[in-house]
């Protein structure tokens, strides 16, 4: 069978896609031909979509918390639907950031962060692998972090979703990739984000970030178009449980 990065056809579901990164990871898969619905907790949601459909193929946006397993199985359910039915490609990029010493980390934003950056995560790795199981084939595109790498500071909760983000994808590609469904990773750098304001706008930690950062430059929602774009593409077809960096060589310095 020919290789292509075409993905004329495909459908596909991306979280977290109203804004940022998910937003630019859509585009992605949208100008490559992918029929994209995009759910977010974002009243502008409808309007994302309406303005990504005005651009290229197909784009349903909608609404759901995923902080609430039932809105999650309601707004995935909704999603499939619009798509005709069928599901090729989900990317888990929604995710939320809490701040605090840990050693006065409340517990509501420990359970806030977990529930949206990893169990949600599962839950609809869960619902699209059954599908895509039973279709023989999928991708499966999760987001992890530099935080899958290292442990950061003051932010325990993101630390330990993170991490587990990663090890959540090694493990369901142990299952999961003899029977057709590849489920890998994208690991962004330190990304020009409104999750990020904080670092950007500190002008201590922010020229200690772009110090280690051999591009010399925060990334953006376009940078993580190529990776995610090959992830959902044949030519990814033999490459599971992998976690790859796209963090203009933070990882390297």
Do not use: H
Request: include cysteine.
């Amino acid at each position: 069978m020919k290789k292509s990065f075409d993905l004329t056809g495909k459908k596909a579901i991306i979280t977290g896609g109203g804004s940022g990164l998910g937003l630019g990871m859509a585009q992605g898969l949208q100008d490559a031909g992918a029929e994209v619905a995009i759910i977010d907790i974002m009243d502008s949601v409808p309007q994302v979509a309406q303005e990504l459909a005005a651009n290229g193929t197909m784009a349903y946006g909608i609404k759901g918390d995923l902080g609430s397993r039932e809105s999650l199985q309601t707004a995935f359910n909704l999603a499939v639907e619009k798509l005709g039915g069928r599901l090729d490609i989900l990317v888990n990029s929604a995710g939320i950031q809490r701040r605090s010493k840990s050693e006065e980390f409340p517990i509501e934003y420990w359970d806030a962060v977990v529930e949206i950056n990893m169990t949600s995560v599962f839950l609809l790795c869960q619902l699209a692998g059954r599908k895509m199981l039973e279709q023989g084939q999928g991708k499966i595109i999760n987001v992890a972090s530099m935080l899958s790498y290292f442990g950061g500071y003051t932010v325990p909760a993101y630390a330990a979703s993170k991490g587990g983000v990663a090890q959540l994808t090694k493990a369901l590609a142990n299952e999961w990739a003899g029977r057709g469904v590849n489920v890998n990773a994208v690991a962004p750098g330190y990304m020009d984000t409104a999750m990020n304001t904080a670092l950007v706008n500190d002008p201590v930690r922010n020229e200690q970030i772009l110090a280690r950062i051999p591009a010399g430059r925060w990334g953006t929602g376009e940078d993580m178009q190529g990776a995610v774009i090959f992830l959902a593409s044949s030519y990814s077809d033999y490459i599971n449980g992998a976690i790859i960096p796209v963090d203009g060589g933070f990882l390297s310095r």
